[in-house]
């Protein structure tokens, strides 16, 4: 209702209020379509990428499966967040496990990277665990805590009350050694789907100190929520 967003910050209330989720049911599961493009490092060339993704609302939750093709070689990655835990998993030619992480700081990164995604499901930013704060008149701080984790994010909207994009300070990688590092999901182009105005074309950059690495290109193909069946490919 109108009502649960008067404590808002007002850039807050503005992108719900343009969303358009007043009226509408909340988001309890989604699930999700992308293409785009993938690389591992700022001098790769991107390889096309197709991903899908799963989310529930209430515990929080995630999957998310990419495929691809880099240098002559088919990978599949997975990208999970579940019962307040991350994991990472890329596998080489369905058979060699080349990156299989989780612990402390792969849990904050899959809840942060939960928090920037819930702009695809907006209802989700009245979770009871989610604090926004004011930062200025087109951007919120939001605080989220979970199961004893807390992801923190600078939120930016345009004068439309569109999301144009999310900083954030994540841990890249993980183990002991991994350093935090700023992480920005930027927004450029909108669509609408079953009625929710979502950012559907973007991309994701780590701000390093030899400068940018945009790692991933992503563009929504299909949104739904409340549906919660697999797609047809049974992935």
Same mark, same amino acid.
Do not use: C
């Given at each position: 209702?109108?009502?649960?967003?008067?404590?808002?910050?007002?850039?807050?209330?503005?992108?719900?209020?343009?969303?358009? +989720?007043?009226?509408?049911?909340?988001?309890?599961?989604?699930?999700?379509?992308?293409?785009?493009?993938?690389?591992?490092?700022?001098?790769?060339? @991107?390889?096309?990428?197709?991903?899908?993704?799963? @989310?529930?609302?209430?515990?929080?939750?995630? =999957?998310?499966?990419?495929?691809?093709?880099?240098?002559?070689?088919?990978?599949?990655?997975?990208?999970?967040?579940?019962?307040?835990?991350?994991?990472?998993?890329?596998?080489?030619?369905?058979?060699?496990? +080349?990156?299989?992480?989780?612990?402390?700081? +792969?849990?904050?990164?899959?809840?942060?990277?939960?928090?920037?995604?819930?702009?695809?499901?907006?209802?989700?930013?009245?979770?009871?665990?989610?604090?926004?704060?004011? =930062?200025?008149?087109?951007? #919120?701080?939001?605080?989220?805590?979970?199961?004893? =984790?807390?992801?923190?994010?600078?939120?930016? @909207?345009?004068?439309?009350?569109?999301?144009?994009?999310?900083? #954030?300070?994540?841990?890249?990688?993980?183990?002991?050694?991994?350093?935090?590092?700023?992480? =920005?999901?930027?927004?450029?182009?909108?669509?609408? @789907?079953?009625?929710?105005?979502?950012?559907?074309?973007?991309?994701?950059?780590?701000?390093?100190?030899?400068?940018?690495?945009? *790692? *991933?290109?992503?563009?929504?193909?299909?949104?739904?929520?409340?549906?919660?069946?697999?797609?047809?490919?049974?992935?």
């Amino acid at each position: 209702t109108a009502a649960e967003l008067a404590s808002l910050p007002p850039p807050v209330q503005a992108w719900l209020s343009a969303a358009g +989720i007043v009226g509408r049911s909340r988001a309890a599961s989604v699930r999700l379509q992308q293409s785009g493009g993938l690389r591992t490092s700022p001098t790769q060339a @991107f390889s096309d990428a197709q991903a899908i993704q799963y @989310f529930t609302v209430d515990p929080p939750g995630f =999957v998310w499966r990419v495929e691809l093709t880099m240098m002559g070689l088919p990978i599949v990655g997975r990208d999970k967040y579940a019962d307040g835990h991350g994991s990472m998993r890329i596998v080489l030619a369905g058979l060699l496990p +080349i990156v299989d992480a989780s612990g402390e700081q +792969i849990d904050q990164g899959t809840l942060l990277r939960y928090l920037s995604e819930l702009v695809w499901f907006p209802s989700a930013a009245l979770h009871p665990q989610i604090r926004w704060e004011p =930062v200025d008149a087109h951007s #919120a701080r939001a605080t989220f805590t979970h199961r004893g =984790v807390q992801a923190s994010a600078v939120f930016s @909207f345009d004068d439309r009350g569109r999301f144009v994009g999310m900083t #954030a300070q994540r841990f890249m990688g993980g183990g002991a050694d991994a350093k935090q590092h700023p992480w =920005v999901v930027s927004a450029s182009e909108w669509q609408t @789907f079953d009625g929710i105005q979502v950012p559907s074309r973007g991309e994701v950059t780590w701000k390093l100190p030899d400068g940018d690495f945009t *790692y *991933y290109r992503w563009q929504l193909s299909d949104l739904a929520i409340n549906q919660p069946q697999l797609y047809p490919s049974g992935r």
